[in-house]
């Protein structure tokens, strides 16, 4: 069972990540990188953004691929 106060983490958790990737995808999109790398930059952006999540929840149950300490 998950705690109340680990659950709440958890969200912080994503909406920081959330907040931080966002930007960095805001700001792809203002430099103007010429076309293949800007879609190549964003691709990396949107697979680290899924790996990291993976890891958190992963974390969740209790077998996280990368610990954080």
Known sequence: M?????LVSFL????VIGLVFWLLWW???????????NKVARIVLSVVAV???IN????IV???IIRFR
Do not use: D, K, T
């Not at 700001?27 to 790398?37: I, K, N």
């Not at 958190?56 to 974390?59: D, S, V």
């Open 62 to 64: 209790g077998s996280p």
């Open 12 to 15: 912080v958790y994503i909406i």
């Open 27 to 37: 700001l792809l999109a203002q430099v103007g990188l010429p076309e293949p790398f």
């Open 51 to 53: 790996l990291i999540l």
């Open 2 to 6: 998950i705690e109340a106060g680990a």
């Open 56 to 59: 958190i929840l992963l974390g």
